[in-house]
């Protein structure tokens, strides 16, 4: 079992960067695939990118493809995302994720779900 704790939310303008952390619980992190989903008000829950247990895979949602970055730290039991030129559409609840399944840079089926961090981008 594995948990999951983001930090790094905030309200930001248009344009600007903002680093969201996911810090994991347990000895076994690096055997995860880990990812980010996010929800929009009113929206459905999307998937924004994931990375292999070696961090040598990643896959991005078209919507952030370019400006978001998906990195990990076995050492440290951590998961980034930076997030760059920022959209009012970016506006959501981010959830890091974490999932036992080999990733093979495709699908990615997240098993564990931190508490979510809001990211509130103005225009």
């Known amino acids: 079992q594995v948990q999951l704790v983001e930090s790094g939310g905030g309200l930001v303008q248009a344009g600007d960067s903002l680093r969201l952390s996911c810090a994991a619980s347990g000895r076994t992190f690096r055997s995860y695939a880990m990812g980010w989903f996010r929800r929009a008000p009113g929206k459905e829950r999307e998937f924004v990118t994931a990375?292999?247990?070696?961090?040598?895979?990643?896959n991005y949602a078209d919507s952030v493809k370019g400006r978001f970055t998906i990195s990990r730290d076995n050492a440290k039991n951590m998961v980034y995302l930076q997030m760059n030129s920022l959209k009012p559409e970016d506006t959501a609840v981010y959830y890091c994720?974490?999932?036992?399944?080999?990733?093979?840079?495709?699908?990615?089926?997240?098993?564990?779900w931190g508490q979510g961090t809001q990211v509130t981008v103005s225009s």
């Open positions: 990375i292999s247990w070696s961090g040598g895979l990643t």
């Open positions: 994720t974490a999932s036992r399944t080999y990733y093979s840079g495709s699908s990615y089926s997240p098993d564990y």
